[in-house]
């Protein structure tokens, strides 16, 4: 089966800013942030400080993944310049998101030189307080007037709209405000991360949130579903029983196969991040194939 891996990430060096401080790399793949803790962020095989195209073309030629998108946040620092020199080295095997900090005083400048200059065709927006936006600001509204300013942007420019607004319970999971901008941009293609990131209690709440957000131009990517399932491991069930709901609200054209690599490689293998899907026994073979392959093709390459 063709893959494409919906949401990956390069790093020249870990260089993230999070509710903890900066987090710098350790190295053999490990970070610490500023409060000191240390903990392995992605498999030193990778990588000692950063992680390199090259390293996931490896990963990805072993498990069979075709093509990979290559997304940003705070966690592992922003790398426009290294994800785009990525993409123009190896434009058949990757496509880039850029990301920026729309508060900064220069952002159209910033949104010239990203889109303009160097022709990225969707942006990343990582929203958390653990390590987005509102790690180290005040709860920022997803549909007021400074978020707004970006999707309007990107309506002008013909973006694709990234968006990881963390995790239930949280201030920065804002689901009716996404659906009110998803209405507003009706369009502009937006991919939501790690299907709303739910927990392994939160069935209940995400067939809920699912059901606000079933519209033509709204698509989830489910990287670190299995991850965000703890400490359940591999074949993940409860992360197999989110997929069903997922497939009974929004059905599985709205799917894209990711996995969230590097980091979530410190936990498990690319075989389990990629199989538990399939064996899991919810999807047909046709399913299957825009799960894994067709839903990323249409909207990123």
Request: include cysteine.
């Amino acid at each position: 089966m063709k893959i494409i891996d919906a949401h990956a990430h390069v790093a020249q060096y870990i260089a993230g800013f999070t509710s903890r401080g900066e987090l710098r790399g350790a190295g053999c793949g490990k970070a610490r942030y500023a409060t000191g803790e240390v903990f392995q962020m992605f498999p030193p095989q990778l990588g000692d400080t950063g992680v390199s195209a090259e390293s996931l073309l490896k990963v990805m030629d072993a498990n069979g993944v075709e093509k990979a998108v290559l997304l940003q946040g705070n966690f592992l620092g922003f790398h426009n310049e290294y994800t785009y020199e990525a993409v123009r080295k190896y434009p058949s095997r990757f496509a880039g998101a850029a990301t920026y900090d729309p508060f900064c005083g220069k952002v159209a400048e910033i949104r010239q030189r990203l889109f303009g200059e160097l022709g990225f065709k969707a942006v990343k927006f990582e929203l958390s307080n653990g390590s987005g936006l509102m790690a180290n600001r005040p709860p920022v509204p997803l549909d007021g007037e400074v978020m707004d300013g970006c999707y309007r942007h990107a309506a002008e420019k013909g973006l694709t709209v990234v968006l990881d607004i963390g995790r239930p319970r949280n201030p920065c999971w804002q689901v009716d405000a996404v659906a009110a901008v998803t209405e507003r941009y009706r369009d502009v293609t937006f991919v939501l991360c790690h299907l709303l990131a739910p927990q392994i209690c939160d069935g209940e709440l995400i067939k809920t949130a699912l059901g606000k957000l079933v519209k033509p131009n709204v698509f989830f990517d489910i990287s670190s579903l299995a991850a965000n399932q703890k400490p359940e491991a591999y074949p993940y069930p409860t992360a197999v029983g989110h997929l069903k709901t997922a497939k009974n609200t929004v059905g599985a054209d709205k799917l894209l196969f990711g996995t969230d690599m590097p980091c979530t490689l410190a936990r498990d293998s690319y075989a389990h991040l990629r199989d538990y899907i399939a064996e899991g026994g919810i999807f047909t073979a046709s399913e299957l194939e825009d799960i894994y392959y067709y839903n990323a093709l249409k909207i990123y390459f």
